[in-house]
């Protein structure tokens, strides 16, 4: 600069140099420091990539054109390669995700941020107007329902306490199970494993196996079935993209039929629960009952500091069909998807018995006690909950402020959804994503294997502030029910079967054609008569 000054001087009369100096140098300062300013001036981040909108509408006319609004998301993001993304639905920004890092820094980084749930009409309904701890934005009624689960419903002593009821359903499914057998039937994994959960859920609520007359079988009779099926259309409608859900003046005309089909599905529900729950509180307000046998009691016998009931009816209700969702699809799903691949890959059947006759035998039934050492067994249930997810996305986590993560602007009001299938199917993370391999999940530091992965590499159980409490129900279950079924049976495909078809229906993820396969007892007759 000093060499450019002297020849910018040497064109001037000497007269005028000390000014020309001086506002010479004057421009530069004022030259540099609006360079530093511009430069200092922080940058507004972008949104994540996404395709361009409509006005008002946003991308609801491609999404619904495909059929399949979570086909279409992931095609999206594919097509704009990124892990992350930003789909207008109405003037709602939707947030996909598919990279472990990214969500890692959503729930951990931002966990507070982003702590509220949507508002949406399948949610409102079967929440009764969002009295529960799972589909309920961020808020007193959250805190005070996320406690009553956690510490009183679903707390180690508590998970304890309920032993015995977990230990007859397991005993009845291989009562059920056994029967077809010896009927020579086919056996249908999916209704098996669905009423095994049902089973569980009925007997800790409501100390019943049956809402009807049961069945000589041990098996699901009519109203067990209504009841499950009516369970799983909550379960495909609960987070549908809903146009109403975006759109709200199109609330009252339920176009695509969802709010009929989710108000139906709870009729049939409180059908069998309403009456249960009221007469059961009835009991306890006359004193003729005053013992705690299952959760219903607990609930109903809560206190606040007036040592008044804790719980209104509405709010015991709502809160045992959310907590019957959660229950009863993900381990049943599982298993069904861990069954399938087994009889695909026959070697990881043989592994799989071979860890249980080492560790249980053949003189007695596997039990929860066992369940932390049959680590191959876990493994498998680790890789299909990776592989073979419940749902495509997770649970939405909504935005409760403008936050910045992964360098993108996430708006207030966001709804952010982590990608079950997106994240345990990430080609960057996984080799060979869709193939199941249990042993990708061994342990080389001697400690256990979990069910849930903190690092967000697949979603089994959710995790963070809104995370899930019933870990350790969902991992017993799990366990136990694939444990039960690999040692107490031989299972093979129908002799016309080369392979076991492993496609999957869209909405709520089920293998596209229900397990029917053979099987026969590989234990003494007498444990399976009960």
């Known amino acids: 600069m000093m060499s450019y000054t002297l020849s910018f001087l040497s064109l001037l009369p000497q007269s005028f140099w000390p000014l020309s100096l001086v506002m010479f140098l004057v421009f530069m300062i004022i030259k540099s420091l609006s360079y530093h300013l511009i430069n200092m ?20 006319p491609e999404m619904f054109a495909s059929k399949s609004p979570t086909w279409w998301i992931h095609k999206t993001m594919e097509e704009l390669n990124t892990e992350i993304a930003c789909i207008r639905l109405g003037n709602v920004h939707v947030i996909p995700v598919t990279c472990p890092t990214v969500a890692r820094e959503f729930l951990r980084n931002h966990d507070a941020d982003f702590a509220s749930r ?18 309920v934005p961020f808020g007193e009624q959250w805190k005070k329902m996320k406690k009553v689960v956690a510490n009183d419903l679903f707390s180690p002593l508590r998970h304890q306490w ?102 139906n599905a709870m009729k049939i529900i409180n059908k069998y629960h309403d009456s249960l729950i009221e007469e059961r509180i009835k009991q306890w307000n006359d004193g003729s009952k005053n013992v705690e046998e299952d959760l ?30 959660a229950m009863i699809d993900n381990p049943s799903k599982a298993v069904e998807s861990i069954l399938a691949e087994m009889l695909n890959q026959p070697d990881l059947l043989e592994k799989a018995l071979e860890e249980l006759d080492n560790i249980v035998g053949k003189d007695r039934l596997v039990q929860e006690f066992d369940i ?31 936050t910045v993560v992964g360098n993108f602007l996430i708006p ?22 869709y193939k199941f391999q249990p042993e990708r999940h061994f342990r080389n530091d001697g400690h256990d294997i979990s069910l849930s992965d903190p690092n967000l590499k697949f979603i089994s159980f959710s995790t963070g502030r809104r995370g899930c409490p019933g870990v350790m129900l969902g991992t ?16 093979t495909a129908h002799p016309n079967i080369s392979k076991i078809n492993l496609a999957e229906s869209k909405g709520v993820i089920f293998l596209d054609d229900p397990l029917m396969i053979v099987a026969k007892p590989r234990l003494e007759i007498d444990l399976y008569i009960f």
């Open 476 to 491: 017993t279950m799990t366990i136990l029910l694939l444990a039960r079924l690999l040692h107490g049976f031989t299972w």
């Open 372 to 402: 932390p050492k049959l680590k191959f067994l876990k493994a498998c249930a680790r890789e299909a909950f990776r592989l073979h997810p419940v749902t495509t996305f997770n649970v939405p986590h909504v935005s409760m402020k403008d």
């Open 162 to 263: 309920l032993q015995g009821k977990r230990n007859e359903e397991a005993d009845n499914l291989m009562f059920y199970v056994y029967n077809k057998c010896k009927n020579g039937d086919l056996v249908n994994v999916r209704i098996a494993t669905q009423h095994y959960c049902g089973n569980v859920y009925r007997k800790i609520f409501f100390n019943t196996r049956y809402f009807g007359n049961g069945m000589e079988d041990g098996g699901p009779g009519v109203e067990e079935k209504e009841h499950v099926d009516a369970v799983f259309v909550l379960l495909s409608h609960v987070y549908a993209f809903s146009a109403s859900d975006y759109i709200p003046w199109l609330r009252l005309l339920d176009l695509d039929g969802h709010k009929g089909k989710v108000k």
């Open 118 to 135: 949507p508002l949406t009409i399948a949610s409102d309904i079967i929440s009764n107007g969002y009295l529960t701890s799972v589909l």
């Open 41 to 60: 001036k922080p940058k507004i981040p972008k949104l994540p990539p996404g395709p361009k909108p409509w006005p008002i509408v946003g991308n609801l």
């Open 296 to 325: 219903l009691d607990v609930m109903i016998s809560l206190k606040d500091v007036n040592n008044n009931p804790l719980l209104t009816t509405k709010e015991i209700k709502a809160q045992i069909i959310e907590l019957m969702m």
């Open 412 to 433: 207030k009001g966001s709804h952010v959804l982590l990608g079950r299938t997106g994240l345990g199917r990430n080609p960057k993370v996984w080799t060979e994503p």
